[in-house]
């Protein structure tokens, strides 16, 4: 079993807090970036990515959606 790799965080900075972001599925490149999850999907269409929500760098927890 492969190890999972960790996105490249460099990749990320200040203009991509609370957005929606697709990284190559080698994590090597930020493929796109979004406010919405629904819009980041019609960025991307149908290329495999990694998705992830950016938090601010001053929160150190993943906030529940409700």
Do not use: C
């Not at 970036?33 to 269409?45: D, F, N, Q, Y």
């Amino acid at each position: 079993m492969e190890p999972v790799k960790a996105p490249n965080l460099s990749l990320l900075n200040k203009s991509h807090e609370n957005k929606w972001v697709a990284f190559s599925l080698d994590y090597k490149k930020l493929i796109a970036v979004s406010s919405s999850l629904i819009s980041l999907k019609k960025k991307i269409g149908q290329v495999k990515a990694v998705v992830m929500h950016v938090l601010p760098v001053d929160v150190g927890y993943a906030p529940t959606i409700r």
